[in-house]
């Protein structure tokens, strides 16, 4: 049984979402007759919070009687105003949510009330901006969203997670999750670009897959430029190397989570190629400011089989360095950060961070190993943008990568002594 003062505060509650929701329908609509605005839409949720209340002392008819007779109403409001040139039904639908709310609040959900109630009056204020992005979207890209559904809403969840097969490195949900990964970074640098422009859009993708997956990152935007042309070469450029600089970021962290005595070591040497990368990536912003922006045609970005493509390769590799792990052991510490930076240098650090920890690693051995890592997954993600991009994105990555692997190189050595 609840206190008075909880009844109370929880009423309060209910009426302030109705007040936020009348607020917004009568502004939405004070050059047309409304079926409900500000002081209706109070009264319909603290309905809602008194039928519950009833109900919560035994009258459980009150709830559904009380969700009819705004229904009624609703529907009585909706068929006269039916009649003239607005057909909408949005305001009577929300005094139906309205209610809803109030009793939530009632029932002692007042957060999840208020958050729906919220989100409720913010898409009804974005009405403009949500009919133009409807306008806006073409039928191929409705059907690119309905693909990315069916691969990550529907298959990954399907697939087995766990690992069989040699060394019991192949997992199907994992591998499958890099297709889920490239797609998913392949839209969200497709709806940035269209909405934010070509070296905006294209450079916060790089950011967001660097976050996620440098590599992963890499192979859709160069697969992007190669579709793209000569003239966004550089902007795919951008973006291909704020994600492998970020990819340092996210190394160090890594390391600080697993042994933060390693990490302390690792600074410095993770510091170089990251403060080379983010020179670069200035230089190439700065660069396009002052010249004039290639016009943007952005394609289509879901090419499933693509994806696919690499989420293969990515298991081959996988496999590769777990083989070269189990055969070459810590004594072949170096081959093996060598063959798992080819794909994903992540898992590797984390191993060599906890031999680390436990002392079977020294920290200069294990410093280096990582770097070495690193340098290693800089050069594969050159090698998938040179093969994949084309030679416009070629061109202008072949210096950038070179670079970052040799300053990689170098630090490596330097962390070895």
């Given at each position: 049984?609840?206190?008075?003062?909880?009844?109370?505060?929880?009423?309060?509650?209910?009426?302030?979402?109705?007040?936020?929701?009348?607020?917004?329908?009568?502004?939405?609509h004070?050059?047309?007759?409304?079926?409900?605005?500000?002081r209706?839409?109070?009264?319909?949720?603290?309905?809602?919070?008194?039928?519950?209340?009833?109900?919560?002392?035994?009258?459980?008819?009150?709830?559904?009687?009380?969700?009819?007779?705004?229904?009624?109403?609703?529907?009585?409001?909706?068929?006269?105003?039916?009649?003239?040139?607005?057909?909408?039904?949005?305001?009577?639908?929300?005094?139906?949510?309205?209610?809803?709310?109030?009793?939530?609040?009632?029932?002692?959900?007042?957060?999840?009330?208020?958050?729906?109630?919220?989100?409720?009056?913010?898409?009804?204020?974005?009405?403009?901006?949500l009919?133009?992005?409807?306008?806006?979207?073409?039928?191929?890209?409705?059907?690119?969203?309905l693909?990315?559904?069916?691969v990550?809403?529907?298959?990954?969840?399907?697939?087995?997670?766990?690992a069989?097969?040699?060394?019991?490195v192949?997992?199907?949900?994992?591998?499958?999750?890099?297709?889920?990964?490239?797609?998913?970074?392949?839209?969200?640098g497709?709806?940035?670009?269209?909405?934010?422009?070509?070296?905006?859009?294209?450079?916060?993708?790089?950011?967001?897959?660097?976050?996620?997956?440098?590599?992963?990152?890499?192979?859709?935007?160069?697969?992007?430029?190669?579709?793209?042309?000569?003239?966004?070469?550089?902007?795919?450029?951008?973006?291909?190397?704020?994600?492998?600089?970020?990819?340092?970021?996210?190394?160090?962290?890594?390391?600080?989570?697993?042994?933060?005595?390693?990490?302390?070591?690792?600074?410095?040497?993770?510091?170089?190629?990251?403060?080379?990368?983010?020179?670069?990536?200035?230089?190439?912003?700065?660069?396009?400011?002052?010249?004039?922006?290639?016009?943007?045609?952005?394609?289509?970005?879901?090419?499933?089989?693509?994806?696919?493509?690499?989420?293969?390769?990515?298991?081959?590799?996988?496999?590769?360095?777990?083989?070269?792990?189990?055969?070459?052991?810590?004594?072949?510490?170096?081959?093996?950060?060598?063959?798992?930076?080819?794909?994903?240098?992540?898992?590797?650090?984390?191993?060599?961070?906890?031999?680390?920890?436990?002392?079977?690693?020294?920290?200069?051995?294990?410093?280096?190993?990582?770097?070495?890592?690193?340098?290693?997954n800089?050069?594969?993600?050159?090698?998938?943008?040179?093969?994949?991009?084309?030679?416009?994105?070629?061109?202008?990555?072949?210096?950038?990568?070179?670079?970052?692997t040799?300053?990689?190189?170098?630090?490596?050595?330097?962390?070895?002594?």
């Amino acid at each position: 049984m609840q206190s008075y003062t909880q009844i109370a505060f929880n009423g309060a509650m209910a009426l302030l979402m109705g007040l936020l929701i009348g607020v917004e329908r009568e502004h939405a609509h004070k050059d047309l007759p409304w079926f409900a605005g500000i002081r209706t839409f109070p009264l319909i949720t603290l309905f809602g919070f008194l039928c519950a209340l009833a109900a919560q002392s035994g009258e459980k008819w009150m709830l559904p009687v009380g969700l009819a007779g705004v229904s009624a109403v609703a529907v009585a409001a909706y068929l006269v105003r039916s009649q003239g040139s607005n057909k909408g039904a949005t305001t009577e639908f929300m005094a139906l949510l309205a209610y809803v709310f109030g009793a939530l609040s009632a029932l002692g959900y007042v957060v999840p009330a208020a958050i729906f109630a919220v989100v409720a009056t913010l898409l009804l204020s974005i009405k403009a901006p949500l009919h133009h992005l409807a306008e806006a979207i073409q039928e191929d890209e409705i059907y690119a969203i309905l693909k990315f559904g069916v691969v990550s809403v529907i298959i990954l969840p399907l697939l087995p997670n766990h690992a069989f097969g040699p060394f019991q490195v192949l997992n199907p949900r994992l591998i499958w999750w890099v297709v889920v990964l490239i797609s998913a970074l392949s839209m969200v640098g497709y709806v940035l670009m269209r909405f934010l422009g070509a070296r905006q859009g294209i450079a916060v993708t790089g950011l967001l897959g660097g976050i996620a997956s440098s590599t992963a990152a890499t192979f859709g935007l160069s697969h992007q430029a190669r579709t793209e042309g000569e003239s966004l070469a550089r902007y795919f450029a951008l973006g291909i190397t704020i994600a492998s600089t970020i990819m340092f970021i996210r190394m160090y962290i890594i390391a600080v989570v697993v042994d933060r005595g390693l990490a302390k070591s690792l600074a410095l040497p993770m510091a170089v190629p990251f403060v080379l990368g983010t020179g670069i990536a200035i230089f190439l912003w700065e660069r396009r400011t002052s010249e004039r922006e290639a016009a943007l045609h952005v394609k289509n970005p879901m090419d499933l089989w693509s994806a696919i493509k690499f989420a293969l390769i990515f298991a081959v590799v996988m496999f590769a360095s777990k083989a070269g792990y189990e055969y070459f052991g810590t004594s072949g510490i170096y081959v093996t950060s060598v063959l798992a930076g080819l794909v994903n240098p992540d898992a590797f650090i984390i191993s060599a961070a906890q031999l680390a920890s436990v002392k079977t690693l020294a920290p200069g051995t294990a410093n280096a190993a990582i770097i070495a890592s690193c340098a290693s997954n800089t050069l594969a993600k050159g090698g998938i943008a040179l093969v994949t991009g084309g030679r416009p994105l070629g061109r202008v990555i072949i210096p950038i990568f070179t670079a970052l692997t040799l300053a990689s190189i170098a630090v490596c050595f330097w962390a070895a002594r």
